[in-house]
């Protein structure tokens, strides 16, 4: 099935948003569903890795894991749903503009079922065009950002 695929520019190098952007304790600061996300092993991310993401679903929070399926720093990595009757596959391209000192941010978002989960596709789909072009914004109002909006340091700084 077709995937919902959105692209920004963002002024900062690929590297910079690359890691932002993998790194699951980042998650709640730019999707307004992830309640919260941690890793299931500290170790640095890793085909394999998993995480762990509450997500906020209407009144319900519902634990997700994700694993990385496809990891080529700084330009690619893909995160796959591997829990629930619904999961995403989220491919994550980062390309270099200007030199490398800017980046276009593409993430195509795939909706997976299993089981009952099938009924609930076309409203994930639905979901996904209306968020993910709001959750590319938000990450581009921060990546931009020199501070962030609750003053800690900015994320080139801390990655």
Known sequence: MAATVESIEISRRPEDVFTYVLEPMYYPEWD??????????????????????????????????????????????????VSGPLAGVARCTVEPLNGGRRSRLTIALEIEARGLGKL????????????????????????????????????SARA
């Open 32 to 81: 307004d569903s992830a309640v919260s996300a941690h890793r299931e092993d500290p170790s640095p991310l890793t085909v394999g890795s998993k995480t762990t993401v509450l997500h906020r679903m209407g009144p319900w929070k519902v634990p997700t894991t994700e694993e990385v399926v496809e990891l080529n720093p700084p330009r690619q990595f893909t995160n796959r749903g």
């Open 120 to 155: 609930l596709v076309p409203f994930a789909r639905r979901r996904a065009r209306r968020v993910l072009p709001k959750q590319l914004k938000k990450l581009k109002e921060i990546l931009d950002g020199s501070v962030m909006a609750d003053g800690r340091q900015e994320p």
